[in-house]
């Protein structure tokens, strides 16, 4: 992955951490505690009129949620100690082509550390949302499929509206 990706991986992670994550933890928290949480469960979950959850299924998925954001309390905890180690360097974040070799080597050595935690997380979402998938009937799995094409057509849309504006990529 590229200096400029990870590194807006981990200010992003870093930008809106699991608000229960930061309540329950023993070091004080990074963010506000009410920043809104982002994961898949949470967002399946936003949608879930939409979607004609029952409150069983509902409970259900909140009990994967939970269980999910507790996988990812560690890894997430780390990735926060890593944005905090390159924030607080005065050349951070700049493009890696303004960076002298050592300011990219340091950058790197970081997004390397954060891969890793980066891919377990996304192992432990995957794996709750193949638990979500038990929970939801065939047409509401059908519904979440269509919702999630039309996502990543908007998402495509203005991927493509941001490479014609290199300023905002």
């Known amino acids: 992955m590229k200096l400029r990706h990870l590194s807006l991986a981990l200010l992003l992670l870093g930008a809106a951490p699991p608000a229960r994550a930061a309540a329950q933890s023993s070091a004080p928290a990074v963010e506000p505690q009410h920043a809104p949480r982002h994961g898949p469960v949470q967002r399946l979950l936003r949608d879930r009129d939409r979607l004609g959850l029952t409150d069983d299924q509902v409970a259900r998925l909140q009990e994967i949620d939970r ?56 192992e432990n979402n995957r794996a709750a949302m193949t638990r979500v998938g038990q929970v939801l009937t065939g047409a509401q799995r059908a519904q979440l499929r269509e919702m999630l094409h039309e996502r990543r057509k908007h998402h495509e849309h203005h991927d493509e509206h941001d490479a014609d504006h290199p300023d905002r990529g």
Not at 82 to 108: C, I, S
């Open 67 to 122: 269980a999910m954001e507790e996988q990812n309390r560690p890894f997430v905890a780390q990735l926060l100690e890593l944005r905090r180690e390159l924030k607080v360097q005065p050349w951070f974040p700049r493009p890696p082509e303004e960076m002298t070799a050592e300011q990219r080597a340091f950058a790197h050595e970081h997004f390397e550390r954060a891969r890793p935690l980066l891919q377990k997380i996304r």
